[in-house]
């Protein structure tokens, strides 16, 4: 008759080769996920290449510059266009001043209908 010890030994052989099978068939499971995750980053990869051969075809300076002439009709800026606020602030004031009406929404109105938040504005 066999002893104990040798049925509780084959036993714990028995749940290695268990364990050890499972654990191969793991493996393998996370080396397809693997293979996928990298084929999907290769596709991926080609894509944003693509995108960036598109993008710079389609930002050439020439072509940007083709497109802009046909449909905008636009001249350089002359110097006397650029201003800052503190200039615009100052012009304000003084057409106030002159006129007597601020323009607000293409429409000129008296001074004394512009709220005072504004007006302390345009008087500087």
């Not at 990298?38 to 990869?45: E, F, S």
């Not at 449909?71 to 006397?80: G, N, T, Y």
């Not at 057409?95 to 109105?109: D, F, K, V």
Request: cysteine-free; charged content about 30%; proline content about 4%.
């Amino acid at each position: 008759m066999m002893r104990l010890s040798t049925f509780v030994w084959l036993g714990l052989v028995g749940a290695m080769i268990a364990g050890l099978f499972h654990l191969k068939y793991e493996v393998i499971g996370l080396e397809k996920r693997l293979v996928h995750a990298k084929r999907q980053t290769r596709v991926h990869q080609e894509a944003i290449g693509i995108l960036h051969a598109e993008w710079s075809y389609l930002s050439r300076p020439e072509r940007l510059d083709h497109l802009l002439s046909k449909r905008i009709d636009l001249l350089p800026i002359k110097r006397a266009q650029v201003t800052t606020f503190d200039r615009l602030e100052r012009k304000l004031a003084t057409e106030i001043a002159h006129t007597g009406h601020e323009e607000s929404n293409g429409q000129l109105r008296p001074v004394a209908d512009v709220p005072p938040g504004r007006r302390r504005r345009a008087e500087r």
